[in-house]
Nanobody, 121 residues
């Protein structure tokens, strides 16, 4: 089970940190991803991390602004979001898949509930 938290309302240029706490299993061997979905748009890939190696991958739209990380002891994945823009406004979801990083949402088997991020201009 994945539990996402940390969303909220922030002004453009601000920061938020999202958390995704995993329970019921360890995620060794899994890739953990963050996706987002804005109203009227399809769900899109944001970032992912391969639990074993710590290898990360980002969408071009967030590269240099967002950082994904994991805490093995807490079985938690974080998404630090800096320099937020109004176009970052969306519901953010965390997800997990067994195996290496993938960018397609259909490749992920486990999903948390979304957390709303709203960036005002």
């Amino acid at each position: 089970q994945l539990q996402a938290s940390g969303g909220g309302l922030v002004q453009a240029g601000g920061s938020l940190r999202l958390s995704c706490a995993a329970s019921g299993r360890t995620f060794t061997g899994y890739a953990m991803g963050w996706f987002r979905q804005a109203p009227g748009k399809e769900r899109e890939f944001v970032a992912a991390i391969w639990w074993n190696s710590g290898i990360v991958y980002y969408a071009d739209s967030v590269k240099g602004r967002f950082t994904i990380s994991r805490d093995n002891a807490k079985n938690t994945v974080y998404l630090q979001m800096n320099s937020l823009k109004p176009e970052d406004t969306a519901v953010y979801y965390c997800a997990a898949r067994l195996g290496p990083i993938a960018t397609m949402s259909t490749s992920y088997n486990y999903w948390g509930q979304g957390t709303q991020v709203t960036v005002s201009s």
